[in-house]
């Protein structure tokens, strides 16, 4: 089980990736475009500017995934770093269960959110479903949730215990 484990991270760390490329490089063109289309011949798509907001949302969102993938995520930290090891480790538990509790709960309630949206048949600019784009809110949030619970080392709990 766990030869697998390490293979199936590096499999969604890498899709990952290349979903935050794929929308960054289409969201660059599109703004590119709607500016050159706006300048030079005064026109320009009437849904860019939809698109490009929903696009910053899901860039938005699989970089808090990034960064909660790596560590980086933002913190509140104004003692850790003169407390023990041990507490330290007991501290890092404690807030990536917390943060996991947050991030599920937001995820729980966005999927609500999103349900509704469908059952009312929303739309973002002609006929696109509105959950269509809003359907990285509960997506990312569960996910930062399960990184955050992936994130709690357990090792130093099982070393402590026995």
């Given at each position: 089980?766990?030869?697998?484990l390490?293979?199936?991270?590096?499999?969604?760390?890498?899709?990952?990736?290349?979903?935050?490329?794929?929308?960054?490089?289409?969201?660059?063109?599109?703004?590119?475009?709607?500016?050159?289309?706006?300048?030079?011949?005064?026109?320009?798509?009437?849904?860019?500017?939809?698109?490009?907001?929903?696009?910053?949302l899901?860039?938005?969102?699989?970089?808090?995934?990034?960064?909660?993938?790596?560590?980086?995520?933002?913190?509140?930290?104004?003692?850790?770093?003169?407390?023990?090891?041990?507490?330290?480790?007991?501290?890092?538990?404690?807030?990536?269960?917390?943060?996991?509790?947050?991030?599920?709960?937001?995820?729980?309630?966005?999927?609500?959110?999103v349900?509704?949206?469908w059952?009312?048949?929303?739309?973002?600019?002609?006929?696109?479903?509105?959950?269509?784009?809003?359907?990285?809110?509960?997506?990312?949030?569960?996910?930062?949730g399960?990184?955050?619970?992936?994130n709690?080392?357990?090792?130093?709990?099982?070393?402590?215990?026995?």
């Amino acid at each position: 089980m766990s030869a697998w484990l390490p293979r199936l991270q590096r499999l969604i760390t890498r899709v990952e990736e290349i979903l935050m490329a794929l929308l960054l490089g289409g969201m660059i063109l599109l703004a590119g475009s709607q500016i050159m289309l706006r300048n030079l011949f005064d026109s320009g798509l009437v849904w860019a500017d939809p698109v490009l907001r929903i696009l910053v949302l899901w860039i938005a969102l699989f970089g808090a995934i990034a960064a909660t993938r790596e560590h980086r995520h933002l913190r509140i930290d104004l003692i850790s770093h003169t407390l023990s090891q041990k507490t330290q480790d007991w501290l890092a538990k404690i807030h990536d269960l917390f943060s996991a509790l947050v991030c599920l709960t937001i995820g729980w309630h966005a999927a609500r959110f999103v349900y509704v949206e469908w059952q009312e048949g929303s739309t973002l600019f002609s006929n696109v479903p509105a959950w269509l784009g809003e359907l990285i809110i509960p997506v990312g949030f569960i996910l930062m949730g399960l990184r955050f619970l992936l994130n709690i080392p357990l090792k130093p709990l099982r070393d402590q215990a026995a």
